[in-house]
């Protein structure tokens, strides 16, 4: 079953913050974060592993919280190389071989 | 940096007719995926491959899909019989570890068109 996420699309301004959401109704091993600008291949944030975890990397960190199910991905400053479509993938507890279930995705617009 | 390198970028095939998409994984890599994202929609997960063999499939990889690594370096997806609703960008993936805990290396994609 897919994650949910939201919102769909966020249109800021340079330096403004955003914060995507990413929910799934089944228990989480690990939550994958990548960006994917028009027309090319969707390139790699973070992976999160464990409940409560928090990563940055950058002016973009994430958290997990793995008894809600879900995971949060934070953009501070926005930057204009921010923009572009933000997918969550997920992978159900039980580890096995078990391919990436992607969301929608988050458009991100950073407007000057 | 090393990366994963997909050829053609762009396949047109007429409905009926067999194509083979190519890529080459990282070569350190030892996980390999097929995934697939029509226009404007979701990336969706096709296939998982490890130690020369199918690891897990999705119900979209049907019995029109095969996948192969036919030498040590290529790693291949064939699509036979190409219907209208296999038009769609196939990215090919590699991981040093399974993807659960390791990131996924995306290839620039194959845009597959089907007429």
């Known amino acids: 079953q897919q994650p949910v996420q939201s919102p769909q699309a966020v249109i800021l301004r340079e330096g403004e913050d955003a914060v995507i959401n990413c929910s799934s109704s089944?228990?989480?091993?690990?939550v994958h974060w990548y960006r994917q600008k028009h027309g090319e291949a969707p390139v790699f944030l973070m992976i999160?592993?464990?409940?409560?975890e928090q990563k940055g990397h950058d002016k973009i960190s994430a958290s997990f919280n793995e008894k809600k199910q879900q995971s949060s991905l934070y953009l501070t400053a926005s930057q204009l190389s921010y923009s572009g479509t933000y997918f969550c993938?997920?992978?159900?507890?039980?580890?096995?071989?078990?391919?990436?279930?992607f969301g929608k995705g988050t458009h991100l617009i950073i407007q000057p | 940096e090393p990366e994963v390198t997909q050829t053609p970028s762009h396949q047109v095939t007429q409905m009926g007719q067999e194509v083979i998409l190519r890529c080459v994984p990282i070569s350190n890599h030892l996980y390999f995926y097929w995934y697939r994202q029509i226009l404007g929609q979701k990336v969706e997960f096709l296939v998982s491959?490890?130690?020369?063999?199918?690891?897990?499939k999705s119900e979209i990889f049907d019995d029109q899909f095969s996948v192969e690594r036919p030498d040590g370096s290529n790693f291949t997806l064939k699509i036979r019989s190409t219907k209208l609703e296999d038009s769609a960008m196939y990215f090919c993936?590699?991981?040093?570890?399974?993807?659960?805990?390791?990131?996924?290396?995306f290839g620039n994609g194959t845009r597959l068109t089907v007429t």
């Open positions: 993936a590699s991981s040093e570890r399974r993807q659960g805990n390791s990131p996924l290396h």
């Open positions: 999160l592993l464990k409940g409560g």
């Open positions: 089944k228990a989480l091993y690990s």
């Open positions: 993938g997920t992978e159900n507890s039980g580890g096995g071989a078990d391919g990436l279930t």
């Open positions: 491959f490890y130690n020369n063999e199918i690891s897990e």
